[in-house]
């Protein structure tokens, strides 16, 4: 995979495009598990955005009987605080890097069509390298598995689901832009 060289606040790390980002912000998400605050007795029943502003104030507030039932549920907001921070950091650094002349006519194409910013489109760089190195759509799409499957027999055709043969992290862009 083609790694796109960032810098991240001390140095230069390289950071590939991919679902890596948003696991971790989910998974420290989900530390702070509803579960545990509704077995103590604390229920949010404010807003309906999931990871709003609301809910953050509101995780502040509770006051725990033990402090180290306290000490955890600080150490879980900081942790996705501090994951937060370093995406915002690295989508920033790939917004600049996106902007140099190797990248900038590509990804500008790529965020005409709708549900593609500049996130998505430096992955897409990143992970087909080149589009010229298809000779059609067809070959492209038969790289990313969105082809539909075929079981033939004689003169009997059968088209089936999309094959899912090629690259998932470009596949699962694409379908997520559509």
Known sequence: MD?????????TEGVACG????AKVRTERSKV???????????????KRAWGQGLRLWLRSPRFEHPEDQLVLDDYLLAIEQVET??????A?????????????????????????????MCLVAELHDFMRFDSARGLMAFLGLV??????GGKESRGEITKAGNRHVRRLMIEAA
């Open 3 to 11: 790694r796109l060289e960032v810098e991240a606040g001390d140095g």
């Open 19 to 22: 679902p890596e980002g948003g």
């Open 33 to 47: 598990d509803h579960r545990n605050l509704l077995r103590r007795g604390w229920q949010w029943q404010e807003g």
């Open 86 to 91: 370093r995406l915002a950091a690295l989508d």
């Open 93 to 121: 650094q790939i917004e600049r890097v996106s902007q140099q002349e190797r990248y900038a006519p590509v990804v500008g194409a790529l965020r005409c069509f709708r549900g593609i910013d500049t996130l998505t489109a």
């Open 148 to 153: 539909p499957s075929e079981h033939s027999s």
